[in-house]
């Protein structure tokens, strides 16, 4: 995700405009929509973009498995390396990549974030993906869309539509990492410090 | 010559007096002298000193004088204060004959900056192995009494009994550079605590000791006496000190920086701060101190050792060792003696004008401020703070240690045989 | 972290900590098809050895291709350079052609300190060795092959050596390896001991953070790692010991010996080795000694610092300012 756009100066308190069971239920749907669309999943992969894309993935292969009956592999996918912005900034600290004992070779690799804005990120995780094999196919599922992009890039699953300026800021929270499941809008703060 | 009235100095830093120079000689010195056509320089709140004197000078010349010369060297001096220095032996080539030691004496002569006395070599080529003909040099116009391979040890216990027998006959002095060469192979610094971390060559307290105690062993069993060059260790402090307590003929010297500075300055690896004897620990820098205020230690010499900058801005291992110390010197000596309150200015008077001319027998320096004396002194303004700006040396070399450090004191006015070599800390 | 990394002195713990948990990441990347990042891309590293060392530079080399780099590899020894201000020269070329970082490896201690700090060059330092002052990648190198073994690539992440015994046997005094592991390993929480014959050992050495035995026999049951230095040959001539028969006597590492030690303890060496003289080959070739393993840390490790230092527009941040997040 792009944690700067959306993490830096959130002007508190910002307004939660989805809760914890809006979010369950999007997370139901998109495994519905991937079962029927994929055929049965039965080739996906799935592959969370750290920190929070990678909860998001967990949730959505449980759901998977719930719906047919089978385990579906999910790993993740640090993009860190892959960054087009690594020199507007200090280095950053690395996440986690771990792919699936089985790889992504010939395989549909779900990449799962939670918001999407410029389209940045996914790039970067498609050029990572690139360096560790050749999937089938390469979807995106994302918990917010909240436009603004800056690549032609789309998501094939998305939870919620998020018409925002880009005065705003939108923040994911996951209970793994945030103690709470919701999804907050904010404005960001007049200062300009931190933005990318 | 004409007349100058130095008024209102404070002669030794003691009462206001008005000090009247007539020619070459110091003509009268007391309250309310009058004017009476002399030149008048207006000294109120200034000390004035005998001119100062410096047994260790390295002028360079012949043979690195891209480093410094006779005539940069002795205008560094006369803008330090200084009206007489000794030049070390150590140039190319070696000070080991009278022609070599002659120049050097005229050289300084012509240039009239500041009187030049130069000290012989003990061996020939500074090898340490055969002596060089001291009386020869002795006799010539140099009249050189003081003899020294410094820069090298004289390392060989037979060469050095030799040499301080040697000189009895004219009653020369040797100068040794106390260090013992097997234990500083590869030496680079101290050998201690920063030593250890900064992984650089150590260079051990004991082989200075080790040769200054047998040294003054070797004075007392050949009735000579010895001079001790820039004793750097507290160790060597006490040696001296019980060596003259057995009443052996010993003197020594110490440098400036030695007073000053501590090998915790080798962190920055900077080599402006790579010397030879290398900065010690601040217990040796108290001791040193304390040695000098009671007199163990005899004078302040500065080990003046010019290097052109490339020699200096490199690595450190790479760099040449010492530091210029001419234009410093008595600044650091106010700050590490005078404001201690461990010496006042007589005593400074004394160990860097006195004594060093008596050691190196300097005639007509180091004499009282009195009338029918020599007129060779030095006025300094001690109110003065400053931080050092290499920039306005007149040394040809700039590897101060102390660039951009604030130092007291400033010399405004010396004076050799009553010509104004400095006035107003500008050279004449 | 501080821009350039000259002394392992200069880490912190979260700065270490967070060096080997990069490093990691990037030992998975060897795993990988293509062992490659683009990372660095568009940035120029210069190695810049004043001194052989062929597998210190390599080791480099692979790290900093596999991070994207442009390399420029300058062997200084044996050219022209015989003069210190060479030094300042080659900085002030590296500096013109544009470099972005500066791998030094130099016979005189200090000259990485005095290429970062002279002003004859902008861009980091990086410390491949420098005399007997330090070696901080081997260093790191040698914490991050003791964490995964003593505590598990995985277990380990954010963890430092806290309680960990380690011994350091040989030529301190002459050894920017046993520096620079004294200084990491006590950031780390390692309770170090060295072990050498006692000219080995440099005067000042109760300062450094660390113990000091000259009984290897007594230390070995309490070492969960035991790092064994290369001992010169040569030294025996300028009578640090009087023959290599007795140095082994003494402070070599036989199989009779590292049978003392705890089962889990672990034998490194940073290489290369003298078989015979500090360790018995049986003892080198068995599989409790991770001088190979050490070899490819080597280059995660130097990719992780590489990235820390170069990978942003100013180095990694340790500690987190506190009004992001």
Redesign the interface.
Known sequence: MDAHSSDAGVQLPARPVLEGPDIARMLTRIAHEIVERAKGADDVVLLGIPTRGVFLARRLAAKLEEITGRAVPVGSLDITMYRDDLRLGPARTLARTDIPADGIEGRVVLLVDDVLFSGRTIRAALDALGDIGRPRAVQLAVLVDRGHRELPIRADYVGKNLPTSLRETVKVQLTEEDGRDAVLLGVKHAAPAGER | MSKILIRGAQVLGGQPQDVLIDGELIAAVGTDLPADGAEVIEAAGQVLLPGLVDLHTHLREPGREDSETVLTGTRAAASGGYTAVFAMANTFPVADTAGVVEQVYRLGREHGYCDVQPIGAVTVGLDGKKLAELGAMHESAAGVTVFSDDGKCVHDAVIMRRALEYVKAFGGVVAQHAQEPRLTEGA?MN????????????W?AVAEESIIARDVLLAEHVGSRVHICHLSTAGSVEIVRWAKSRGIDVTAEVTPHHLLLTDELVR???PVYKVNPPLRTERDVMALREALADGTIDIVATDHAPHPH?DK???????AMGMVGLETALSVVQRTMVETGLLDWAGVADRMSVKPAQIGGAAGHGRPVSAGEPANLTLVDSAYRGEVDPAGFASRSRNTPYEGRELPGRVTHTFLRGRATLVDGKLA | MKRHLISAADLTRDDAVLILDTAEEMARVADRPIKKLPTLRGRTVCNLFFEDSTRTRISFEAAEKRLSADVINFAAKGSSVS???S??DTAQTLEAMGVDAVVIR??????P??LA??GWIDAPVINAG?????HPTQALLDAFTMRRRLLGPDAGLGQDLGGKRITLVGDVLHS?VA?SNVDLLHTLGAEVTLVAPPTLV???????PCEVSYDLDSVLPKSDAVMMLRVQRERMNAAFFPTEREYSRRYGLDGQRMARMPGHALVMHPGPMVRGMEITAEVADSGRCTAVEQVANGVSVRMAVLYLLLGGNEPAVTHPRTEEK
């Open positions: 680079q050998e201690g605590a920063v030593s250890a971390e900064l992984g650089l060559g150590g051990p920055t690896y900077n490339e801005d490199c690595e450190w291992a790479a760099a | 003069k210190g201000e030094l300042k130099h016979g005189a201690s200090g000259a300190y005095r700090t002279s420098d005399g007997t002052h330090q920017r520096r440099p005067v000042g050495v109760e300062h450094w």
